[in-house]
Structures are given as structure tokens and as C-alpha cells.
Nanobody
Framework: QVQLVESGGGLVQAGGSLRLSCAAT????????MGWYRQAPGKQRELVAT???????NYADSVKGRFTISRDNARNTVYLRMNSLEPEDTAVYYC?????????????????WGQGTLVTVSS
């Protein structure tokens, strides 16, 4: 079993900053890519940013230059630093991890999602 625990969401004024954290716990052998996704009211979930275990990153065009994804492999934790927030960034933000689990001698791949953390940006 693997769990992702997110934190750092909240209410912020436009132009402000927040940092989200997501820690993976459980029977983890390794984690490949980790990422952040978001879902605004009435919209589909969309990719925000991803990062591989080697540190390669990918961003949605709408957040390039404002958001920075990073990770601490030793702590199985991924972060999202969000600057210059806009009301359009208001959404529930979800963390995702592509994890390899180890139970006894069995290795299993799992795509794991966090429970989500709400980010609200006021104008």
C-alpha cells in the first residue's frame, strides 16, 4: 500500500504565493515520475507539472514561469512552488506518483493519487 499526503493549500490573494507538498509513504521500492494535477469546478482534471526521478520537468503552458516543481527523492516528497497566483489557478490540486511497491519479493507498479488540496485565489 502507498499513500500520498498533500498539504499547503489555502486561500491567497492574486499575486501571492503558496507551496504545496506531497509525501509518499508505504511499501515503496521506488518512485518514477511524480506530478501535480488540478481540477477546477466544472472542468476536467489537467496536468500542472511533472518531474522524473532524474529531475526532468514538464509544465503546462499556463503555469510556465510561475510554478516550480521539485522533489526530494530521499523523502519521497514532491513540492510545487506557486508564484504570481491568479484567480484562474483556483482548483483542487492533486499529487500523483508512479510507484513500484515491494511486498516480500513481489514488485508491483501502482499509479497513486493523493486526496487533493484546495487552492483558492481571490481577486
Amino acid at each position: 500500500q502507498v499513500q500520498l499526503v498533500e498539504s499547503g493549500g489555502g486561500l491567497v490573494q492574486a499575486g501571492g504565493s503558496l507551496r504545496l507538498s506531497c509525501a509518499a509513504t508505504g511499501s515503496i521500492f521506488s518512485i518514477n515520475a511524480m506530478g501535480w494535477y488540478r481540477q477546477a469546478p466544472g472542468k476536467q482534471r489537467e496536468l500542472v507539472a511533472t518531474i522524473t526521478d532524474g529531475g526532468s520537468t514538464n509544465y503546462a503552458d499556463s503555469v510556465k514561469g510561475r510554478f516550480t516543481i521539485s522533489r526530494d527523492n530521499a523523502r519521497n516528497t514532491v513540492y510545487l512552488r506557486m508564484n504570481s497566483l491568479e484567480p484562474e489557478d483556483t482548483a483542487v490540486y492533486y499529487c500523483k506518483a508512479d510507484a513500484v511497491l515491494k511486498t516480500l519479493s513481489v514488485y508491483t507498479y501502482r499509479e497513486v493519487w493523493g486526496q487533493g488540496t484546495l487552492v483558492t485565489v481571490s481577486s
